[in-house]
């Protein structure tokens, strides 16, 4: 089946230290976004790409990195940076020039 | 600035009382309007796109209306599984992400 897998579904972390979540595609979609969803909040963007080896920074991409090295994968690295990690990270895919983006199941980060 | 704004931010309904939840949005541009279903500790589900006024979408229990400054999720005798967050979302013109409102929790009493 067609889809976007995201792993893992919870993460803990410690401060000061990097960590990397992961997405997968196989829909043959050219875009793929990352997204960050807190209680009582819309989902803001963090990093879109719309072709491998290409990608932007979104509302709030201070603390993150991303790289697009295969277009089935768009991992995100959430670093020391990021002052307030904790919050649930949706991954996102789309045709591009279809704006209908279809969702992973999430990874819901927390920091100890 | 662009901005999307839901309301309620919760309802509560018993089953089979129908009922709207609203988007309204003040952008530059409307390229497409979006309503997603989610489902706690999942990921959003697609249900919707509206691209002009007076567009209407249905799929089950739930119709999608679209005017010029808002749009309308109606759901007509819901059950208990249609108990979930309902997002929406704008797509700006000249540009390829999508602008979020907060959600309206929607909770079907059996």
């Known amino acids: 089946d067609g889809g976007i897998t995201q792993s893992p579904k919870y993460l803990f972390r410690k401060e000061g230290q990097n960590v990397t979540l992961s997405c997968e595609q196989n829909?043959?979609?050219?875009?793929m976004y990352w997204y960050r969803q807190d209680p009582g909040q819309g989902l803001r963007l963090i990093y879109y790409?719309?072709?491998?080896?290409?990608?932007q920074k979104g509302d709030i991409a201070e603390g993150y990195s991303v790289s697009r090295e295969k277009k089935e994968s768009f991992p995100l690295t959430v670093t020391s940076a990021q002052k307030n990690p904790t919050a649930f990270y949706l991954c996102?895919?789309?045709?591009?020039?279809?704006?209908?983006?279809?969702f992973g199941q999430g990874t819901r980060l927390t920091v100890v | 600035e662009d901005q999307v704004t839901q309301s309620p931010e919760a309802l509560r309904l018993q089953e089979g009382e129908s009922s709207s939840l609203n988007c309204s949005y003040t952008?530059?541009?409307?390229?497409?309007l979006f309503w997603y279903r989610q489902d706690p500790g999942k990921g959003p589900e697609f249900l919707f796109t509206?691209?002009?006024a007076g567009e209407e979408k249905e799929k089950e229990r739930l119709k999608a209306t679209l005017t010029k400054k808002e749009s309308f999720l109606h759901i007509t005798a819901p059950k208990p599984e249609d108990s979930a967050t309902y997002l929406c979302?704008?797509?700006?013109?000249?540009?390829?992400?999508?602008?979020f409102g907060q959600g309206t929790r929607l909770t079907i009493n059996p």
């Open positions: 996102a895919s789309s045709i591009v020039g279809r704006p209908e983006a279809f």
């Open positions: 829909l043959n979609h050219d875009a």
């Open positions: 790409s719309q072709i491998v080896n290409d990608f």
């Open positions: 952008v530059s541009g409307l390229r497409g």
């Open positions: 509206l691209y002009s």
């Open positions: 979302a704008v797509l700006l013109q000249g540009a390829q992400k999508l602008v």
